[in-house]
């Protein structure tokens, strides 16, 4: 089915129509529509307008009224204050736009793809082989699959790239150590769990470390086995993949309790530009982009300097030949625009990070490997902090393990849901299975509800309430509507445009109608947090709407089709805009 023409548009359509016949200079200018607490919609550009035409604009607002045809689509315009327009649309056209997205049989409620979709690369998600996932990993997880499902549903090609740390100076003691003990890691894959391989990890990371501060001798042949390994040691690398097999067990577990998919083919880590670095590092040197300092391949900026107003450099290469982090995002950069054919890569990153990225980036478009048609975006995040509002971490003072909050986070989840169960029916099987998609949605909703550059603050206590803005009140919100039209009987859901709309009808119905331009707004913006502004809206409006109009006691048989069918749509939009953040909506709550 194809999109649906959105209610603003139409009006929009009326507007431009009548303006232009009223001062024909303004043909296809924009009226500055948008929604208003004194009507539907306000129109706001007949000011600017009849400046530029030296006109009086509450003359030019009402030549232009008196161009609108009322009826179908608009039933009412007044002028207001100065030349605003306030405009209000017809019941009959709220019902029947309404409908054409409740008939949209592709699942997509009538949401358009973008204009002009492009390849985004996005580089989120990125843990440490040997190390345990922390709260630090979170946001990054969370809002990378967050623009994942966005991007995808607008119709954009997007390419996942998990740049896992899976080399550096601290494998060469590894290694050395499990050549040295190589019983440490011996399993099958199959038999052990995500937190055993983790556990197995810790356990020989610190008996290694403990050896290298100890030993001298040892320490040598760890920082032997670090040349072994760059240079590519079948013995060295073979041992190698077995810390990062192991780490992926991990991983996975620790993305399978975020509800998140995590595929193997995108785990692309720094070794994975290995092989690109000497060549990363000639064409920059060769190109003048990067010059040598002190020995080491430096990249120079004007407006980057330190404390005492020295130059901060880009460095690429170390003076003793190693590369640091620069030349490996620099070559990821390569193999993504020139591989993968990206037009845009996207990385969600530490906002700490800000003045690196912003370094390599200008050092890539230098080069000619960025430019007007391939940019490269950091989606920047803020800290996770604790309920002193300062960075969160344990009562010992170390930071916290993303297992164990998500675990925490799903048992009170399973608490406020048991207590309901009883109530609804539930099963053992359906409280348990809904604590998951409670906890978890509650950690996302409260990262996902924050603009991503902010900071906010981790209260468990607040994410699992039924009350404000949080996940669960938006689940409850679209299970009350699933038990609504479990309770129907013989009712069912259709859309009867003849009916006249009660103000909470129609206040639903218009927020309604915005869910495709908000779906294409947060999607171009990288700014989920306002898709979960808008549904937070929706749930809202929906509670005013059951205390306003009754839904199976609604006057007459075809209201109550009506209101079932409005509360169905509101349900539908409320489970696919919160499948686009990444949160399940149970059936029943």
């Known amino acids: ?10 009006v929009q359509q009326h507007l431009a129509s009548a303006l232009s016949a009223a001062l024909p200079e303004a043909a296809g200018a924009d009226p500055l529509l948008r929604r208003s607490d004194r009507a539907d919609y306000q129109a706001n550009g007949i000011l600017a307008l009849a400046k530029k035409a030296k006109a009086n604009p509450r003359e030019l607002a009402t030549q232009v009224v008196a161009g609108i045809v009322t009826g179908e689509v608009i039933a009412d315009v007044e002028v207001s204050g100065p030349g ?148 590519g040691d079948e013995k060295t690398l073979a041992i190698w993949q077995k810390f990062v097999d192991e780490s992926k067990i991990y991983f996975f577990s620790v993305f399978d309790k ?55 450099p880009l460095i690429v290469q170390k003076s003793d030949g190693g590369y640091g982090y620069a030349a490996t995002d620099l070559s990821a950069i390569r193999d993504r625009v020139f591989n993968l054919k990206a037009t845009t890569l996207l990385y969600v990153v530490d906002a ?40 969160f971490k344990t009562r010992e003072g170390e930071t916290v393990k993303l297992e164990n909050l998500l675990d925490e986070a799903v048992e009170r989840a399973t608490a406020v849901v048991r207590e309901k169960a009883e109530k609804v029916g539930l099963t053992e099987d359906e409280i348990v299975e809904n604590g998951r998609y409670v906890g978890v949605g509650a950690v ?12 906010y603050k981790f209260d468990l206590d607040q994410m699992v309430s039924l009350n404000g803005d949080t996940s669960v009140y938006l689940q409850y919100a679209y299970a009350r ?41 947060v999607a171009a913006a990288r700014e989920p947090h306002k898709m ?31 209101r079932l069918f409005l509360v169905d749509l509101t349900a539908r939009t409320l489970h696919e805009g919160m499948a686009l953040l990444g949160i399940r909506t149970p059936e029943k709550l």
Request: glycine residues 6%; aromatic residues 8%.
């Open 352 to 391: 700490r990070q800000a003045l690196h990225f912003r370094m390599v980036f200008e050092t890539a478009r230098r080069a000619g490997w960025l430019n007007d048609d391939v940019t490269a975006v950091q989606l920047a995040f803020g800290t996770v902090l604790g309920k002193d509002g300062k960075p």
């Open 1 to 10: 089915m194809a999109s649906v023409t959105s209610l603003s548009d139409s």
């Open 444 to 455: 996302k909703y409260a990262d996902l509800s924050t603009s991503a550059v902010r900071d």
């Open 532 to 562: 979960a502004a808008y549904l937070y809206q929706l749930a809202s409006l929906l509670t005013t709407f059951y205390d306003q109009c009754p839904v199976l006691k609604a006057d007459s048989p075809a209201q109550v089709e009506n």
């Open 84 to 231: 605003f327009l306030n405009i209000t649309v017809a019941d009959k056209a709220i019902t029947e736009n309404l409908a054409a997205r409740y008939a949209d049989d592709t699942g997509r409620l009538g949401v358009p793809y973008a204009a002009h979709p492009g390849t985004t690369v996005i580089d989120y998600a990125q843990p440490n082989v040997a190390k345990e996932m922390h709260v630090g990993h979170l946001r990054s997880a969370v809002i990378g699959d967050a623009m994942v499902r966005l991007l995808e549903f607008t119709g954009e090609n997007v390419v996942r790239r998990h740049h896992i740390g899976d080399w550096g100076t601290q494998f060469g003691m590894l290694i050395q150590y499990l050549d040295e003990h190589p019983h440490e890691l011996d399993h099958k894959e199959s038999e052990v769990s995500g937190e055993e391989a983790m556990s197995n990890l810790d356990r020989l990371y610190k008996t290694a470390r403990r050896l290298f501060d100890s030993d001298e001798e040892f320490k040598t042949r760890a920082r032997r086995r670090v040349v072994d390994l760059q240079a």
């Open 258 to 312: 975020l509800d998140m998919e995590v595929r193997d083919p995108d785990i692309v880590g720094e070794s994975g530009y290995n092989d690109m670095l000497a060549e990363t590092c000639r064409l920059l040197e060769e190109s003048g982009v990067a010059v040598r300092s002190e020995g080491a391949l430096c990249v120079f900026f004007d407006d980057i300097k330190g404390p005492e107003g020295n130059p901060v």
């Open 481 to 521: 509507i699933q038990s609504i039209l479990r309770k129907a009987g013989e009712a069912r859901p259709a859309a009867h445009p003849e009916l006249a709309l009660a103000p909470a009808e129609r206040a639903l119905g218009l927020h309604l109608d915005q869910f495709a331009e908000t779906v294409l707004e």
